[in-house]
C-alpha cells in the first residue's frame, strides 16, 4: 500500500497508539506501508519512538527505511543505537551501496565499531572498500552485488555460478562477462545463453560491446552517461581495466536530483548545500557571499547614477524608465545563461560549439531586441514622450538587449571552461553586472541624445 498523503490526524493517531505501546494496532496500520511513507512517519516522531516503531518492522523493511530517511533525521536515529544492532538490523539487509552510505555518514571509530559486528567478512570488506571511495565518483555510487561468469566457462558452469550469486542480489538487469584476471569482457545475454547448445563456451556468444566507467569518474558524468545511452545498469572497473562493481539507475536519479537541487540553489544565490534542518548559522553562511555581492552591485550602480547627476537633473523624465532598463538586462541576462547552463548540464555544448552558440544566441537577441524596442517605441509615441527621451528609451533597449543576451551566453561558457559550475552564472551574479552594465549605456545614450537635441 503506497499513503501519498499521510495527514496530520493519521500520524497524532500513531504516536498515541506508541504511547500505548499497543503493537498490534501498530503492526496493523504499518502492514504493506511502503517504506518511503514509514521514513515520513519517523520524521513526525521523538527518538524513543521512533524506536518503538523501527522494532516492530521486519528486518528488510527497517533496512529499506533507514535508506529512505533524509541524511540528518538517519544520522541522529542510528547515533542513537548500539553499533551491534545497525551491523545486524541494517547493514546486513542492505545493498553494499546503501551501507556504505549509510555508515559514510558516521564518524571513523563507529564504522569500525559497527563493522566488526557483521559476521559475514566478505560483506565487510566490500563495504569497507567502498568507504574508501568519494562519494561523488563512480567507486562511491556502485554497489559490490553483481553477476558475473568467466569466459572459458560453459553453459552449465554458468546457471550453476549464476543461481548461488543471485541469491544476494535484487534485481538483475546485465550479466557481465571477464577473463580469468576479473578484466571486464562484455555482457551476456540471458535469452541467448538459453538458446545456444550446452557444449558453447561463454567467450563465443557474449557481447564484446560494453560500455564502462572507472572508479574515480565523476558522479555527474556517470549520471551523463547512463541518461545518454539509457542503460540501466553501468559496470565500473578499476584502473587496469577489472570489474569492480556496478551502478543501478535509482542511484543516478538520485545524483541527478541532488545536482539539480544544487543548481537551484546556485542560481537563487545559494553558495552550499543546505537542507531545510540545518541551522541559522549554515543558512546564513550559505547565502551572505551573493548577498554582499548583490549589495556591492547595488552600491557600484547607485555610483554608475550619481556620475549622471547633472543630466538627472536637467532631464527628471529620464529617472521614469531606469527600473524598466535595469529589469530587462536582468531578465534577458538570466534566461540566455539559463539555457546555455541547461545546454552545458545535458553536454549539448562542447567546446567546438561554443562560437556557435554564440553566434546563435547574437541573431536570437537581434530580433529580440528589434521587437521589444518596435514596441517602446510605440508605447511612447503613443503617451506623447518628447523626441530625445523616445530616441534615448529605444536605442538603450536595444543595446541592453543584445549585450545582456551575449553577456548571459558567454559567462557560463566561460566558468564552464575554468571548471567552476556554470549554475552560478543565471543567478545574482548576471543579474548584478547587467543592472549595472544597462543601467551605465541607458545613461549614457540618454546624455547623447539629449545633448543633440537639446
Not at 171 to 182: A, L, M, P, T
Not at 376 to 405: C, E, H, P, R
Given at each position: 500500500m503506497v499513503n501519498f498523503e499521510l495527514t496530520r490526524e493519521y500520524i497524532d493517531n500513531l504516536k498515541e497508539l506508541i504511547a500505548a505501546k499497543n503493537e498490534t494496532a501498530i503492526s496493523e496500520i504499518l502492514e504493506g506501508l511502503h517504506p518511503a511513507d514509514i521514513a515520513e512517519v519517523y520524521e513526525e516522531l521523538s527518538i524513543d519512538e521512533a524506536k518503538y516503531l523501527y522494532f516492530l518492522i521486519d528486518d528488510d523493511t527497517a533496512a529499506d527505511v533507514i535508506t529512505e530517511l533524509e541524511e540528518d533525521d538517519r544520522k541522529r536515529f542510528l547515533e542513537s543505537l548500539p553499533s551491534d544492532v545497525i551491523a545486524r538490523r541494517f547493514i546486513d539487509n542492505m545493498d553494499s551501496d546503501d551501507a556504505a552510505d549509510v555508515l559514510g555518514e558516521l564518524d571513523n571509530a563507529r564504522q569500525q565499531e559497527v563493522l566488526s559486528h557483521i559476521d559475514d567478512?566478505?560483506?565487510?570488506?566490500?563495504?569497507a572498500d567502498l568507504l574508501n571511495y568519494d562519494e561523488d565518483t563512480a567507486g562511491?555510487?556502485?554497489a559490490k552485488e553483481l553477476i558475473k561468469v568467466k569466459e572459458n566457462w560453459g553453459i552449465p558452469t554458468c546457471l550453476r555460478s549464476m543461481r548461488r550469486?543471485?541469491?544476494?542480489?535484487?534485481?538483475?538487469?546485465?550479466?557481465?562477462?571477464?577473463?580469468?584476471?576479473?578484466?571486464?569482457?562484455?555482457?551476456?545475454?540471458?535469452?541467448?545463453?538459453?538458446?545456444?547448445?550446452?557444449?558453447?563456451?561463454?567467450?563465443?556468444?557474449?557481447?564484446?560491446d560494453v560500455i564502462s566507467v572507472k572508479v574515480d569518474v565523476d558522479a555527474e558524468d556517470v549520471s551523463y552517461i547512463?541518461?545518454?545511452?539509457?542503460?540501466?545498469?553501468?559496470?565500473?572497473?578499476?584502473?587496469?581495466?577489472?570489474?569492480?562493481?556496478r551502478?543501478?539507475?535509482?542511484?543516478v536519479v538520485d545524483v541527478m536530483r541532488e545536482e539539480a537541487e544544487k543548481d537551484y540553489q546556485l542560481a537563487s544565490g545559494i553558495t552550499e548545500d543546505v537542507e531545510p534542518s540545518d541551522s541559522v548559522w549554515q543558512h546564513t553562511r550559505a547565502r551572505i557571499p551573493w548577498l554582499l555581492i548583490g549589495m556591492l552591485g547595488g552600491i557600484l550602480g547607485s555610483r554608475v547614477i550619481s556620475g549622471f547627476v547633472d543630466v538627472l537633473d536637467?532631464?527628471?523624465?529620464?529617472?521614469?524608465?531606469?527600473?524598466?532598463?535595469?529589469?530587462?538586462?536582468?531578465?534577458?541576462?538570466?534566461?540566455?545563461?539559463?539555457?546555455?547552463?541547461?545546454?552545458l548540464a545535458s553536454g549539448s555544448v562542447g567546446l567546438d560549439s561554443s562560437w556557435r552558440k554564440l553566434l546563435k544566441e547574437l541573431g536570437i537577441s537581434l530580433l529580440n531586441a528589434s521587437l521589444l524596442t518596435i514596441l517602446i517605441f510605440s508605447y511612447?509615441?503613443?503617451?506623447?514622450a518628447d523626441l530625445a527621451l523616445t530616441l534615448t528609451v529605444s536605442a538603450a533597449m536595444f543595446s541592453v538587449v543584445v549585450f545582456a543576451n551575449l553577456f548571459g551566453t558567454f559567462v557560463p561558457l566561460f566558468l564552464n571552461r575554468l571548471k567552476i559550475d556554470p549554475a552560478v552564472a543565471t543567478g545574482p551574479f548576471v543579474t548584478t553586472l547587467n543592472d549595472i552594465i544597462g543601467m551605465f549605456l541607458y545613461l549614457t545614450i540618454g546624455t547623447l541624445f539629449f545633448s543633440m537635441m537639446g
Amino acid at each position: 500500500m503506497v499513503n501519498f498523503e499521510l495527514t496530520r490526524e493519521y500520524i497524532d493517531n500513531l504516536k498515541e497508539l506508541i504511547a500505548a505501546k499497543n503493537e498490534t494496532a501498530i503492526s496493523e496500520i504499518l502492514e504493506g506501508l511502503h517504506p518511503a511513507d514509514i521514513a515520513e512517519v519517523y520524521e513526525e516522531l521523538s527518538i524513543d519512538e521512533a524506536k518503538y516503531l523501527y522494532f516492530l518492522i521486519d528486518d528488510d523493511t527497517a533496512a529499506d527505511v533507514i535508506t529512505e530517511l533524509e541524511e540528518d533525521d538517519r544520522k541522529r536515529f542510528l547515533e542513537s543505537l548500539p553499533s551491534d544492532v545497525i551491523a545486524r538490523r541494517f547493514i546486513d539487509n542492505m545493498d553494499s551501496d546503501d551501507a556504505a552510505d549509510v555508515l559514510g555518514e558516521l564518524d571513523n571509530a563507529r564504522q569500525q565499531e559497527v563493522l566488526s559486528h557483521i559476521d559475514d567478512v566478505t560483506t565487510a570488506g566490500d563495504i569497507a572498500d567502498l568507504l574508501n571511495y568519494d562519494e561523488d565518483t563512480a567507486g562511491g555510487l556502485m554497489a559490490k552485488e553483481l553477476i558475473k561468469v568467466k569466459e572459458n566457462w560453459g553453459i552449465p558452469t554458468c546457471l550453476r555460478s549464476m543461481r548461488r550469486q543471485a541469491e544476494e542480489i535484487d534485481e538483475i538487469y546485465y550479466v557481465y562477462v571477464v577473463d580469468n584476471d576479473g578484466i571486464l569482457k562484455g555482457t551476456l545475454s540471458l535469452k541467448r545463453m538459453l538458446l545456444s547448445p550446452v557444449d558453447v563456451l561463454v567467450k563465443d556468444i557474449y557481447n564484446s560491446d560494453v560500455i564502462s566507467v572507472k572508479v574515480d569518474v565523476d558522479a555527474e558524468d556517470v549520471s551523463y552517461i547512463m541518461d545518454k545511452y539509457d542503460l540501466v545498469a553501468l559496470p565500473v572497473v578499476d584502473s587496469i581495466g577489472r570489474l569492480v562493481g556496478r551502478i543501478t539507475i535509482d542511484d543516478v536519479v538520485d545524483v541527478m536530483r541532488e545536482e539539480a537541487e544544487k543548481d537551484y540553489q546556485l542560481a537563487s544565490g545559494i553558495t552550499e548545500d543546505v537542507e531545510p534542518s540545518d541551522s541559522v548559522w549554515q543558512h546564513t553562511r550559505a547565502r551572505i557571499p551573493w548577498l554582499l555581492i548583490g549589495m556591492l552591485g547595488g552600491i557600484l550602480g547607485s555610483r554608475v547614477i550619481s556620475g549622471f547627476v547633472d543630466v538627472l537633473d536637467e532631464h527628471p523624465q529620464l529617472a521614469f524608465f531606469m527600473g524598466l532598463i535595469a529589469a530587462m538586462g536582468g531578465n534577458v541576462g538570466i534566461q540566455s545563461s539559463a539555457i546555455v547552463v541547461q545546454s552545458l548540464a545535458s553536454g549539448s555544448v562542447g567546446l567546438d560549439s561554443s562560437w556557435r552558440k554564440l553566434l546563435k544566441e547574437l541573431g536570437i537577441s537581434l530580433l529580440n531586441a528589434s521587437l521589444l524596442t518596435i514596441l517602446i517605441f510605440s508605447y511612447n509615441k503613443v503617451v506623447g514622450a518628447d523626441l530625445a527621451l523616445t530616441l534615448t528609451v529605444s536605442a538603450a533597449m536595444f543595446s541592453v538587449v543584445v549585450f545582456a543576451n551575449l553577456f548571459g551566453t558567454f559567462v557560463p561558457l566561460f566558468l564552464n571552461r575554468l571548471k567552476i559550475d556554470p549554475a552560478v552564472a543565471t543567478g545574482p551574479f548576471v543579474t548584478t553586472l547587467n543592472d549595472i552594465i544597462g543601467m551605465f549605456l541607458y545613461l549614457t545614450i540618454g546624455t547623447l541624445f539629449f545633448s543633440m537635441m537639446g
